[in-house]
């Protein structure tokens, strides 16, 4: 008399209800993560309705990150407390992550938004514009410290905003103090990303309220000294002067232009009548 598995499915009943397929559940089988319900003499697996549960539960532990050897220790050892546990650190992880996302999002997002805006808004020749304040995140540069310190203190921002989640823009920044741009030596004193809000702590700058001379540089970087040259000139001829840092940020760049000679970075000076 065959024995009667009506009340519970096949391999390939189970796989195709739950979504999954048949070498997953061999796989777990052998790994003794999810072991069929029976298995009959002739090496047939049959599963129960209540291990669908078990295997939707393994489904979203493993999309939210565990491994198969966590879900196993779980398994092993599984009560109430331990589950609801387990639970409440994978939504925190996914919290975490979702965090990391929207961040990226935000961070793609307003690099098209500039890179759009520098190519519709382009002009040539100096100007005075009027800014509100905006808030940077900054790192300081050691004077002469060459491109590969430059780099290693560029990932190192970029590390710090990751894992402290903080928002920020795409396009770089350098910051330049108004002494060493009045001696000629333009070398920047920090690298910076122009942040969505204000942050507590030191590595947060403000770039004052007030009137800047702004002047697009159209070229290789090797060459933006001959723009600062100008805009000093031009501000000393609308009988201003230099009072605060100089701020510049790459509108186009390598990232955008094969050519160096297409590259364009904004210049802008922070100045004050004389008096």
Known sequence: MSENYSHYFSSSEFAKTCGV???TLFHYDEIGLLKPEITNSKGYRYYSIQQCFALDIINVLKKAGSSLQEIKGYIQKQNTPLFIELLKQKLHDLEVEQKKIKRMQSFLKSAIEMT????????DGPSIAECEEEYFIAIQLEHGDGDKEFTHKLNEQREYCENHS???DCPLWTILCKDRFESGDYYPD???NKLKAPIQGEKMMIKPKGFYAVLNHRGSYETISETYAILKKY????????????????L?????EKNSDDYVVQISVEVSKLL
């Open 21 to 23: 397929t048949k070498h």
């Open 116 to 123: 759009e805006q520098a190519k519709e808004q382009l002009h």
């Open 166 to 168: 903080i928002e920020c």
């Open 190 to 192: 920090y690298i910076s």
């Open 235 to 250: 501000i000393a001829s609308k009988g201003m002067a230099v009072c605060g840092n100089v701020y510049t940020v790459d």
């Open 252 to 256: 186009l760049n390598y990232f955008t």
